[in-house]
Nanobody, 124 residues
Framework: QVQLVESGGGLVQAGGSLRLSCAASGRTFSVSAMGWFRQAPGKEREFVATISWGGSTTFYSDSVKGRFTISRDNAKNTAYLQMNTLKPEDTAVYYC?????????????????WGQGTQVTVSS
């Protein structure tokens, strides 16, 4: 099994920045691509970004492209989501997820492991 723990969430004003971290533990050698998803109040969880094992391939949702950057440090078993120019509509619980196989993907069912989530609140 793989355990994922997110951190770095909080309250920030619109236009500000936050950096989320996702620390993986356990059978981390079984992890390939990692991703970030988010769920806003009253809405379904949605894809945000994904990154391949080596970090060479990334993909973003249109709503965050150009503002968010996903990265990873395999030596530290940690993935990151740098969020800049935050907007009130970015307010959500952000979840880290990891795949066993595959390069990336936007579908939630592709990801076998999930963290508990970290709250991000952007005030206007």
């Amino acid at each position: 099994q793989v355990q994922l723990v997110e951190s770095g969430g909080g309250l920030v004003q619109a236009g500000g920045s936050l950096r989320l971290s996702c620390a993986a533990s356990g059978r981390t050698f079984s992890v390939s691509a990692m991703g970030w998803f988010r769920q806003a109040p009253g809405k379904e969880r949605e894809f945000v970004a994904t990154i391949s094992w080596g970090g060479s391939t990334t993909f973003y949702s249109d709503s965050v492209k150009g503002r968010f950057t996903i990265s990873r440090d395999n030596a530290k078993n940690t993935a990151y989501l740098q969020m800049n120019t935050l907007k009130p509509e970015d307010t959500a619980v952000y979840y880290c997820a990891a795949r066993r196989l595959g390069v990336g993907g936007t579908r939630q069912d592709l990801y076998a492991y999930w963290g508990q989530g970290t709250q991000v609140t952007v005030s206007s």
